[in-house]
């Protein structure tokens, strides 16, 4: 029988079973089952309760931390390799440990080359992720990764919204790319912000490289963590003149006391997808399904098909 013959499989690891769920209705099949026994001491072993054998599978599952959402993953694609499945698809919305992509200091890991390297071990022959915090990522991988951008499902609600003077914003010069793409398919002006830490998650200085008076700002990132730059490059633009600052971020990992800070910021709205699931609801988080978007594209790739049509900018 033909590989693409056979009806794809597709199974959740537990800290994404609402997306999972979501993706699995959208791609028009039912979430395969998994039964995961836990162990007094927090040791964990997740089994698939079907037969995988000359399937292609698709593994669903964010690492954002804590390990073991990680360690999940790589015990499910270890499971589904010794269960003799003919191709493994890593689907991760959300890539962990990908701020470690280099070394930036001496004597520090390049987590995001390990990471890789212990998918491909356990038994991933694809990758299928959104929005990595560095694009070079990708070349950590041997095997074929599919890149994919939460633009698809932010540009339609942006336009939705029919901001005049709109001006898009990185809040960092790393994001000035993304802010440029975004700029580009909007066909609005770009603002820098320019930004010393004082250490990890603590911002020393900020200032802006462009003018925002009179503008209505949306702040474009990869991910809010502890959402102290975006609330700061909020509340910075406002004092600047701006009428209005929104953000869109990818992955809204949210720690600390993040939701307290957007609450009390002059941030009008943060826009993201549930590539994530949020800790608790807040009036001025929006949340948008990459559901459609990782269906399509698994579909693609299960009947190998292009997906260029997926990338809007």
């Known amino acids: 029988m ?25 791609y028009g099949i039912p979430l395969g089952n998994v039964n995961t026994m836990h162990f007094s001491d927090g040791e964990f072993q997740p089994s698939f309760e079907e037969s995988v054998r000359g399937s292609r599978v698709f593994i669903i599952g ?32 959300y890539f962990g440990w990908a701020r470690q992509d280099r070394k930036d200091k001496p004597r520090v890991p390049i987590a995001a080359k ?11 022959t694809r990758i299928i992720t959104m929005d990595l915090h560095a694009d070079q990522i990708q070349g950590f991988f041997e095997k074929p990764v599919d890149h994919l951008y939460a633009s698809t499902v932010f540009l339609p609600y942006l336009r939705s919204l029919k901001l005049d003077d709109l001006t ?14 975004y700029s580009k398919f909007l066909e609005s002006d770009v603002v820098i912000c320019y930004k ?15 003018d925002v008076t009179g503008k209505n700002v949306v702040l474009a990132d990869d991910m809010v963590d502890t959402a102290g730059t975006l609330t700061h490059a909020a509340n910075l633009m406002m004092e600047r003149g701006a009428k209005s600052v929104r953000a869109i971020c990818s992955h ?62």
């Open 196 to 210: 010393q830490r004082a250490k990890a998650n603590k911002i020393s200085h900020m200032e802006l490289i462009g």
């Open 62 to 93: 964010s690492t954002f931390p804590n390990a073991d959402n990680l360690m999940e993953m790589l015990l499910m694609l270890d499971a589904a390799k010794r269960s003799s499945a003919r191709h493994i698809t890593a689907v991760m919305p």
């Open 252 to 313: 809204p990992v949210l720690s600390g006391n993040a939701y307290e800070k957007l609450e009390d910021s002059k941030l009008e709205e943060l826009i993201v997808t549930d590539s994530i699931p949020l800790k608790k609801d807040s009036p001025k988080i929006k949340v948008l399904s990459c559901a459609d978007l990782f269906a399509d594209v698994m579909k693609a790739v299960h009947y190998n098909k292009s997906i260029s049509s997926k990338f809007l900018m």
């Open 2 to 26: 033909a590989d693409v013959e056979k009806v794809a499989k597709i199974f959740a690891c537990s800290q994404s079973t609402v997306l999972a769920q979501s993706i699995a209705e959208s």
């Open 114 to 124: 390990m990471v890789a390297k212990m998918l491909e071990t356990a038994g991933a």
């Open 168 to 181: 898009v914003a990185s809040p960092d010069m790393g994001g000035s790319k993304r802010a440029y793409a």
